[in-house]
């Protein structure tokens, strides 16, 4: 993929409408730090390149999905069809606005990026990212149901081996792409803890709990929730669904 021009891109923006003007001084700034910041890591002459492009992703997800002054839809939604090809030419992205509103990162670009440019915890996250996500959009501990929601899938070790790899990639690493860490982290973090979709039946519900338990540090703050979630359905206190039809 090639990056286009940030300059169509914000002049097709600006002819929208005048409220959707008001966004375009962000919206033109976060589409050229992003631009700026894939050059940058490409030619390998950036320090931490690679962790600067997903700050510029993050930072470019605010604008375009941040609601048009006196209106209900987001700058994303208000892009006309020519201008939303362009978006999504845009390497390293995967844009998605029809029953969902999706800018997320593409884990195979950055694995390839990482492999050319990138230091040993580029690699490292590149690769647990890959690992996590089966695409773009869905962590392969949720199993889609809908274009915007799925169930967790319990039983299978997918919960417990995406939480290991990112305390690896936190330990290893420290300090590296931290705000990144932390955010995947607490996503498999709140699906442990708080998810009452499961995709199987209660016997896989409690093998993975009993997995995660037995495999975690003594002192992990996981380990009394993961308890008291087992605790809980043994005593019938549980709101679990089981062979759940998320939405």
């Known amino acids: 993929m090639r990056i286009r ?7 097709l923006l600006l002819a929208a409408s005048p409220a959707l003007a008001q966004t375009l001084p962000a919206g033109r700034e976060a589409i050229d730090v992003y631009r700026n910041a894939i050059a940058a890591a490409e030619s390998g002459a950036s320090p931490r390149g690679i962790e600067s492009v997903l ?24 892009l006309p069809e020519t201008d939303f090809a362009q978006l999504v030419e845009l390497p390293g992205l995967f844009v998605q606005r029809i029953e ?13 990026l990482a492999a050319r440019v990138g230091d040993k915890a580029d690699q490292r996250f590149a690769s647990t990212l890959a690992a996590t996500y089966r695409n773009a959009k869905w962590p392969i501990y949720v199993e889609p149901q809908t274009d915007y929601s799925g169930c967790t899938v319990f039983g299978e ?9 990112w305390l690896d990639m936190a330990r290893d690493f420290p300090g590296r792409y931290a705000s990144a860490v932390t955010r995947e982290r607490g996503r498999v973090q709140d699906a442990i803890a708080t998810s009452t979709c499961a995709c199987g039946d209660a016997t896989s519900f409690v093998s993975e709990l009993e997995r995660i338990a037995a495999a975690l540090n003594p002192a992990d703050p996981m380990l009394p929730t993961v308890r008291e979630r087992l605790a809980a359905l043994d005593e019938g206190g549980s ?6 039809i998320s939405g």
């Open 5 to 11: 021009s940030h300059h169509l891109i914000c002049a």
């Open 157 to 165: 070790g997918r919960l417990l081996e995406t939480y290991l790899n």
């Open 239 to 244: 709101n679990i669904r089981f062979g759940c």
């Open 55 to 78: 700050t510029a992703i993050d930072d470019l997800r605010d604008v375009l999905l941040a609601d048009v002054p006196g209106g209900t839809r987001t700058v994303l939604e208000n």
């Open 100 to 112: 969902a509103l999706v800018i997320s990162r593409e884990p195979s670009f950055f694995v390839d």
